[in-house]
């Protein structure tokens, strides 16, 4: 009773800065002026497939179901709907008319490329209804679009959760 399975599909927009070291460049484009930054902005479904066990369950003495303590890991599978990336080029360079501004692509799905790793608290309201709060990471296993980018997201969940 103490082990869960929880899957679901969230929307995500994931927006960063990054240098160019940070990316995986096409071995096709020899550019003579390598941007000295890019801004990235990702829209995509967040797939996961975790694992939660609830690690401590203080009794409660109004009745209701005991809270919870849990940790939880698993993966995230991506896929990117859309991303833009806006090259910011050294203001004393010299840009020629078809150097690249921005790139905008779609470059599909990236399958268990992330770990994810939570710990959080639930509190029963009723029998059936709780809220939770759920701090959380998902470290990068792959890279992911078009640059193959390492993204690391952190932040918490906080939910109702009904049992049927």
């Not at 990316?23 to 975790?50: A, F, H, Q």
């Amino acid at each position: 009773s103490r082990w869960s399975v929880q899957a679901g599909v969230l929307q995500s927009t994931k927006v960063y800065k990054a240098l160019p070291s940070d990316y995986e460049w096409p071995k096709s484009w020899n550019w003579k002026t390598m941007p000295e930054s890019v801004n990235g902005r990702c829209n995509m479904l967040d797939i996961p497939i975790n694992l939660r066990y609830d690690v401590a369950l203080p009794p409660q003495s109004n009745g209701l179901p005991s809270s919870r303590w849990f940790v939880g890991g698993g993966v995230t599978t991506y896929i990117m709907k859309q991303e833009k990336y806006v090259y910011k080029y050294p203001a004393t360079a010299y840009i020629n008319p078809t150097t690249p501004r921005e790139l905008n692509k779609r470059t599909g799905m990236y399958g268990f490329s992330h770990l994810n790793l939570s710990a959080g608290y639930e509190r029963a309201l009723s029998r059936r209804l709780s809220w939770q709060v759920e701090p959380f990471a998902k470290v990068p296993l792959k890279g992911v679009g078009f640059f193959k980018v390492n993204l690391l997201s952190t932040g918490a969940f906080f939910s109702l959760r009904y049992k049927l």
